[in-house]
């Protein structure tokens, strides 16, 4: 069974960090473009982050470039998310997807992704 399980997550005080992981089970992580995406109590999914197949390619927005990383183990069939200076305003949901092949390593479009995670909380308080 193909499956993404993400970890990590949790609450935090403004400006402080926190890491979420993603662990893919049961398909050839290293072939596949991987994305983070968040959503926020009453808003739309977003991406924040992605990385191609052999992680020498990322792409961040502008309101978490900088702050954000995002890195991946092909050995361990791990994605991870990194996020620094966190403020109030990324508090969400953080899931974790990975790119349906031939869609390209970052595809614009959630519809896009064809493996989801289940989703990890990530709380910032002021």
């Known amino acids: 069974e193909m499956q993404l399980v993400e970890s990590g997550g949790g609450s935090v005080q403004a400006g402080g960090s926190l890491s979420v992981s993603c662990t893919a089970l049961?398909?050839?992580?290293?072939?596949?473009?991987m994305a983070w995406f968040r959503q926020a109590p009453g808003k739309e999914r977003g991406k924040v982050s992605c990385i191609s197949g052999s992680g020498t390619n990322t792409w961040y927005p502008d309101s978490v470039k900088g702050r954000f990383t995002i890195s991946r183990d092909n050995a361990e069939n791990t994605l991870y998310l990194q996020m620094n200076s966190l403020a109030v305003e990324d508090t969400a949901i953080y899931y974790c997807?990975?790119?349906?092949?031939?869609?390209?390593?970052?595809?614009?479009?959630?519809?896009?992704?064809?493996?989801w995670g289940q989703g990890t909380q990530v709380t910032v308080s002021s």
């Open positions: 049961g398909f050839r992580f290293g072939d596949y473009g």
């Open positions: 997807a990975a790119a349906r092949l031939g869609s390209g390593w970052c595809p614009v479009w959630s519809r896009e992704y064809t493996y």
